[in-house]
């Protein structure tokens, strides 16, 4: 991938961690600009209240043969993010990616609580930051995206559409923000696809965040020890697996094949011949239907 993307500007919309991450640095790789946004700096914390800063990413995506640039910005607040494109339009005068990852719920929502017994507080404040935070992004970055024809916009999510259309998803709230996502790609499709670009929602599949690997007790460099606990787990993939569908797709000269669809990181990797880090190509959503979803034995051979 390396230098397919010299000369195109990305913004990655949370990119403090987890699949932002991964996304941006993989764009970097690519020889793209990119301008990380999130929360969590090196002097001011979110109240995820993580390590990890939007300095950093940038410099990953640097690091990986881009330009990262780091721009603290909460995707709340309308001005905040209207002052980011401003910026990026002023500093290039074009945007041809727009990734919005924005999340920030991971503490958020209940496993299994009904809506009746859920936070309304905390269900609420997922909705917004999950959903509101991708409208207010796209309103203020698409008509900079839609200058120069060909441009890219990845919502990001949990789950295809098919696989979350069949499939309670953990709580009403967070079954409805991830279900929100997908539409969106489906509506801006039918919105920037008749004015040159195109819009895709885009799940990974079982990632190994910096979250989940805290979680697990486990880090990346032997992330296979949490396997006697959660057999499953061996069908994980890294951040950097959807970042590679992402550049994959922000280069194809032929990505509005693609236009208002659902697509997943194991998807594009048989599409585009990409791998992950280890060289594998984790196809999740097909193993959780075909394999943990019917309670077969954890049995990853086939699937990576």
Known sequence: MSAQLDGKVALVAGATRGAGRGIAVELGAAGATVYVTGRTTRTRRSEYDRPETIERTAELVTEAGGLGIAVPTDHLDPAQVAA?????????????????????????????????????????????LAVETHAITS??????????????????????????????????????????VLRMAFALGHEVGPRGATAVALTPGWLRSEIMLDHFGVQEENWRDALERVPHFGISETPFYVGRAVAALAADPRVSRWNGRSLSSGGLAQEYGFTDVDGSRPDAWRYLTEVQDPGRPADTAGYR
Not at 110 to 127: S, T, Y
Not at 156 to 164: F, I, K, P, Q, R
Not at 165 to 170: A, G, L, S
Request: net charge negative; aromatic share 10%.
């Open 139 to 180: 309103h203020h970055a698409l008509p900079l995206l839609l200058r120069h024809e060909g441009g890219l916009v990845v919502e990001v999510t949990d789950g295809t559409a098919e696989y979350n259309r069949n499939t309670y998803r953990v709580s009403f709230f967070y079954d409805l923000a991830k279900a929100s």
């Open 84 to 128: 980011l494109v401003d910026r990026i339009a002023a500093e290039h005068g074009r945007l041809d990616v727009l990734v919005n990852d924005i999340w920030g719920g991971e503490h958020l929502f209940a496993w299994d609580k009904p809506v009746w017994e859920h936070d309304l507080d905390k269900g609420l404040r997922l909705l917004r």
